[in-house]
């Protein structure tokens, strides 16, 4: 079945830092990839999402790419924000399956 | 404009009683999905509606959880007998249509059994 692994947290920054997430998929089709965020004390929210090959989204200034050769969709960000702690969910959805699967999450915290 | 709504927030319930929580979609979005999010992993799909079908429930763990939308929009998750393992967050989200479309997240039930 399909299977979404994700980089295991926690993960602390520095303010203005680099980030990457990482995160690998396995799937029987070919689904569309999403980042969502949960900030704390709030609920889940899509970040990006991309639906094909070598798509990138973009949003508030991360990014990911749809790898197929790797199935991987890393999240970036060149420099990170203590507003961005959160916890970030990678997700597929296969075509016309309806349900996402979804990683563990990963928590980041940015300190100033 | 309003977001999906859920409620109660938080219900805790003796073993053994029925509990069941309720999902206000946003207005006009024809799909609806149920996930069920344990403590520090990620949702975990339970079941699927577009409009009042009920598309997808192979993510339903027993036959003592039971979901419904007679009217395709307020959707209703029922657990029976709930046991230890039935408690975390309950997540409700609905899309315009389809998995193409965002899926808007509710706030979440967290449900625990003693």
């Known amino acids: 079945g399909d299977s979404v692994t994700q980089m295991e947290g926690p993960v602390t920054l520095s303010e203005e830092a680099f980030l990457t997430i990482n995160c690998t998929y396995t799937?029987?089709?070919?689904?569309?990839l999403f980042w969502y965020v949960q900030y704390p004390g709030e609920g889940l929210q899509l970040l990006l999402k991309?639906?094909?090959?070598?798509d990138k989204g973009s949003n508030k200034g991360f990014e990911a790419t749809y790898r197929k050769e790797t199935t991987s969709f890393h999240l970036e960000k060149g420099s990170v924000q203590v507003s961005d702690s959160a916890v970030y969910f990678c997700?597929?959805?296969?075509?016309?399956?309806?349900?996402?699967?979804f990683g563990d999450g990963t928590t980041l915290t940015v300190k100033p | 404009g309003a977001g999906v709504s859920q409620s109660p927030r938080y219900k805790v319930a003796k073993r053994g009683q029925d509990v069941a929580l309720r999902c206000d979609p946003i207005?006009?979005?024809?799909?609806l999905f149920w996930y069920q999010q344990a403590l520090g992993q990620g949702p975990e799909f339970l079941t699927y509606?577009?409009?009042?079908?009920?598309?997808?429930k192979s993510g339903l763990p027993s036959d003592r959880f039971f979901a419904e939308r007679p009217e395709g929009s307020v959707s209703t998750l029922k657990i029976q007998r709930t046991q230890q393992e039935d408690s975390a967050v309950y997540l409700c989200?609905?899309?315009?249509?389809?998995?193409?479309?965002?899926?808007?997240f509710g706030p979440g039930t967290r449900l625990t059994v003693t």
């Open positions: 989200a609905s899309s315009l249509k389809g998995i193409d479309y965002e899926q808007y």
């Open positions: 799937a029987t089709g070919y689904p569309s």
């Open positions: 991309a639906t094909k090959a070598d």
């Open positions: 997700a597929l959805s296969e075509t016309n399956a309806g349900k996402s699967t």
């Open positions: 207005s006009g979005h024809v799909s």
């Open positions: 509606f577009q409009n009042e079908a009920q598309l997808d």
